[in-house]
């Protein structure tokens, strides 16, 4: 392509953005690795956004009211870092555009949050840029609703590609931004024509534009690399009540002898490929060399949004000392000092009264004490909220004309909604958590991973966690799904067995600023099991004695959720017969784990017999616990599940499956 | 509503529609749970098709030509118990319908492939029929192009509902069969306004024919409560060369109390409400009762394909042996018996060279002597064909003008892969495989779960394994993803260790019927392990003895894929200094599972300390291996994952991460 045309008509610009490409090809090229073509191709776009209209301080990556800036096309990550280190950030240093993709630099592969304040998310697998951006967007309105328009008052961007736009998960999350009218939420669409495997037409035909104006979007189609048809998009995109996808006719890996070719998506290495493409952009500068001018003109950028903090401290300090509290504290992530109490007053009471309720409307019921005193959650369903238990009275519901609503009405978008729920955490200011029924872990599994991955506090409330789901079958009724959330690094897996384990778990949860949790309840009612008060938080052990044994101990039975209820009545069956039997509640494996050595032996003594009663696989981290101390034939077993389950009432599906009292007695029996 | 006037204008269809309408009610009643509306709302859609454009034959329901029909929106099954009763199925009985949602019964909460050879595909799960579907319809162009249109030339229809349209998988579904041209698929979209949450409109404003329009449907909108205008509906959408969406404009629960109302989505039991709603159809009779005249005409129904199956047969006779030998055993899903001679072929071969390649490479060389003795394998990728080396030369690429090509490019579309391959499968004839990441099982799993609930043996190539994928960080790196598959009931997951190992999980995949393999591959290279050709297939067995300890057996290293080769290097250190060690090769912990106690007691020894090997969570199973006959803390140790990985190129990775010969010797030692 003949690009003198580009450079001739906005000389400046031009010099500006072809920075971005040529760090992009010198860090590309020393790494071996790593994608060009994107950056090369969206430099014009992201140095309009940047020089123009994006709210940030280089040197205060975390300030509050800061525009964010999420590139969904994440293997473009050299975009990012050039705009940083350009910009003058001070954690996205030259150095570390050297060491790109290297072990301990903070320019990983991909974007990951937890590598410099600046980076907003973790993208890369595709798609979760854009729908992670629809919680941030949310997030903005609900606490410029809460907060006012002169504390909160920001936009939130994207660069997404073809692959992000192919994904599902894409369409869940630009349906619920135009559903909700979120109109401070610009999408540019690098509209490139090219994926990996050749030109987009190979594998999609989708009209992008009139799809996102059937979500109810504001679309504007573009030049992608004309500035000022960019800034002018941008401009009207600001002005949108609705959503707005920019849609920028791009070459990918503009002027390199690549351009507009899978390979320019990839490493562009060539040296001699290289230099021609440095010359033909006009870039006689060496290996990651920004000459003086340029350099202090994108510092100029960077350092312009420092007079909007600065207006904007001024106007923080203008609010009320304790709403500035507030805000900080919510910002923070820290928990109010109420918490603890309320959950300490719903215990005592639960303990008294002993109510025979379904896990999921105990956690009702601890969002009924905990949501008055903690403004920052915002609670959802995707459509299950009559079953999830997920809307408490005093939210209110988050809609166009009502802001202030803290609860969300997802719709049939777990997936979406997971990520619209990391965006809320990421962003700042809310603690989000959501429902869906524990099988669809599946749908919501991509972005699960993330919140793990991106150190973040999601709550995912996951009813109906077993075959006790019942009627509904096998491909609602979760058997790997602890498996799959226990196997999750950085993720805490609570299956609470009565109201007093649920209020703990939800306590810990709701302390997490690093971890997502997710809470798998029963569709079934289950007692009350712990009658006793006790003011510690026994959860946050992982595991404890629930009942122990009369007489010499013999058996160790250990279970979770609604099958602790199954242990004591094998106990007592056992005990009746004089066998000594200690019943273990375990609603936390991760936690349980985390303890020293001591208190695990102390809870799991060698010596007696152990079986093990959860609904679910044993390989949902079963034999750690059982096979620890003992040979694996004597003196183990495991009551659970081993197939998929079955459509019929959830009784006859506990007594076809063997999940009983009466055969966890003979299993402990016949190691005796 | 007054529905008076739908009943004047068409008495005869109104009654013969309004059998399944009152089949439904009691059955939902008997079962006290169920989803009552949407079969009633789409009783009329669905007389329409069955009794004017289905092409079926209710005593041969696995007539090869039959027209397939999905219940996408799975939770109205009473709307196909219904149809299959009342058209003869003699499987579906109204024994089987009365026995609604109960253990044993085969009309379980939401259709289930394996309970009734009628019910076409799992489903319940929202969007995954929908989905599913593009896989049967492209199935059958295949088939088609490859047999000729006398003996393969039929529809797919489908009923969806507004959260089959809310999930993003439709997105992918979708533009799926808007690229490819599926003309022959035809989906309803039961218009109800309602989910479970309330309106539709409390989530969602997508304009859903423009949408659909944007992916290259045609869409015709019609009440769907008028049969001639969905008759005129359906006979426009057969002649379309593109997929068609008949837009269906119903009332959930028409002319009941709850119509509506989401109320009217769930189970309507309310005896004195459900009178009044028969009283208002016109409806006279007993629960469960259909008067004869009715039954009998939808027996007519039922038996009008006969003289199609019969015609059709003539025609498939005409065909030659050959052809017909070919047909029938692709579509019993058998292989062909050259399979087995090329595999071992390839492994002497490849014992011979020695080849140093990465195993989606060696997965590769075994698809090039596969595919051209397998005509049925469908290949693809989701965007990472030369990544995941899933195309042969042979195969050809399916498209618009060449049906017969046998290699899809399914975009970045990892989970409208997964289900449209689980739909292939499921039509017959063909035995898809299809390639993407592993770290991206997420993206997949929901379908990924339905292959195996639904017993079909979809092959999922998932290379890129470890953190040996480098570069690409964490986000690209499985770590928990061996173990979510191996906690998924009814799934083969291999992790092959170099060629031969690969050559012979993909004859293990091959030839089953009932299961779906999930192949693990590397992305790096890894030596030829198998240097001693062996006819037999060593990886059925699960795990082998690949180098036996010379001297005393002090330890056994058990390792996986890419970390065999670690563990025959610490093997070699060991025995240097005199500690006798077996490596055992362990490519599929469920084929070792299912072999007899004594091979297993081979295999691995009580006596000697053990360390396993692999570069993923411990939680994938291995706790069962390693602690099985020995306390935990003093013999055994696991070298692997306990976090998420980084991104650094993979040797760093393996030394940082401590996934080395030198730390499984340290450790091996330590025990000793």
């Not at 059937?214 to 992608?224: F, L, N």
């Not at 798998?520 to 006790?534: A, D, I």
Request: hydrophobic share 40%; net charge negative; charged share 25%.
């Amino acid at each position: 392509m003949d690009i003198s045309a580009l450079k001739a008509k906005n000389p400046d610009h031009w010099t500006r953005a072809c920075a971005i490409r040529a760090l992009t090809l010198d860090a590309v090229t020393a790494a071996n690795s790593g994608h060009s073509g994107m950056p090369i191709g969206m430099a014009d776009v992201a140095t309009v956004l940047y020089c123009k209209h994006l709210k940030f301080d280089a040197k205060n990556p975390k300030w509050a009211d800061r525009d964010r800036f999420i590139l969904s096309a994440g293997h473009g990550s050299m975009l990012l870092y050039s705009l940083l280190y350009l910009a003058g950030d001070e954690q996205i240093t030259l150095d570390e555009v050297k060491n790109f993709r290297q072990w301990g630099a903070r320019t990983a592969g991909h974007p990951e949050n937890f590598h410099a304040d600046a980076i907003e998310t973790t993208t890369g697998p595709l798609g979760q840029g854009i729908a992670t951006a629809v919680g941030f967007a949310m997030g903005e309105e609900i606490l410029r609703a809460r907060f006012g328009k002169k504390v909160v008052d920001h936009h939130t961007y994207v660069i997404a590609g073809d692959g992000c736009l192919m994904e599902g998960v894409s369409q869940e999350a630009i349906t619920l931004a135009g559903r909700y009218g979120l109109g401070k939420l610009v999408v540019f669409w690098d509209n490139n024509g090219i994926t990996i495997d050749g030109k987009v037409e190979l594998s999609d035909k989708t009209d992008q534009v009139s799809r996102f104006r059937s979500a109810g979007w504001e679309v504007i189609e573009i030049d992608g690399h004309d500035p000022e048809e960019i800034d002018a998009a941008i401009t009207a995109a600001k002005k949108s009540a609705q959503p707005t996808m920019i849609a920028c006719k791009t070459h990918i890996a503009l002027g390199h002898a690549a351009q507009d070719t899978s390979k320019g998506h990839g490493a562009l290495t060539n040296a001699e490929q290289n230099a021609a493409a440095k010359e033909n952009w006009g870039w006689a500068y060496g290996p990651f060399e920004v000459p003086a001018e340029v350099k202090n003109w994108w510092e100029e950028v960077g350092s312009r949004g420092a007079a909007d903090r600065a207006e904007w401290e001024e106007r923080f300090a203008a609010l009320s000392d304790s709403r500035q509290k507030e805000f900080t504290r919510q910002q923070d992530g820290d928990t109010p000092k109420k918490l603890s109490a309320v959950i300490r007053a719903l215990k005592k009471q639960i303990s008294e009264e002993g109510p025979k309720v379904a896990t999921r409307k105990s956690s009702e019921m601890v969002l009924e004490v905990v949501n008055p005193i903690m403004p920052e959650t915002v609670g959802g369903s995707a459509d299950l909220t009559g079953s999830n238990n997920t809307k408490t009275g005093d939210l209110g519901v988050f809609d166009v004309d009502s802001r202030k609503g803290r609860y969300v009405y997802w719709g049939i978008r777990e997936h979406g909604m997971a990520a619209a729920m990391n965006g809320m955490a990421l962003h700042g200011g809310l603690r989000p958590y959501g429902g869906t029924f524990m099988a669809f872990t599946d749908y919501a599994r991509p972005s699960m991973r993330l919140a793990a991955l991106m150190q973040i506090p999601t709550v995912f409330v996951m009813t109906h966690d077993s075959i006790g789901l019942g009627e509904d079958g096998p491909t609602h009724q979760p058997v790997e799904h602890l498996a799959i959330s226990r196997a999750t690094p950085n993720t805490l897996v609570f299956r609470p067995a009565d109201t007093i384990e649920t209020a703990e778990a939800w306590e810990v949860a709701l302390t997490q600023k690093g971890t997502p949790s997710v809470l798998s309840l029963t569709r079934q009612n289950l007692p009350t099991v712990r009658r006793e008060h006790k003011t510690g938080n026994l959860t946050s052990k992982g595991a404890y004695v629930l009942a122990e044994a009369e007489g010499k101990r013999q058996v160790i039975l250990i279970a979770t959720g609604s099958e602790v209820e199954i242990a004591l009545a094998a106990r007592d069956a056992l005990q009746a017969e004089g066998i000594g039997t200690r019943v273990v509640s375990m609603p936390c494996m991760e936690l349980f784990a985390q303890q020293d050595e001591a208190y695990r032996k102390r809870v799991l003594p060698a010596g007696p017999v152990r079986v093990g009663i959860e609904a679910a696989t044993r390989l949902g981290g079963w034999d750690r616990w059982l096979l620890g101390e003992r040979g694996r034939e004597a003196k183990q077993a495991f009551v659970g599940m081993d197939s998929f389950g079955a459509s019929a009432p959830a009784e006859v599906l506990y007594e076809k499956f063997g999940i009983t009292a009466e055969n966890v007695v003979a299993k402990a029996k016949g190691l005796l």
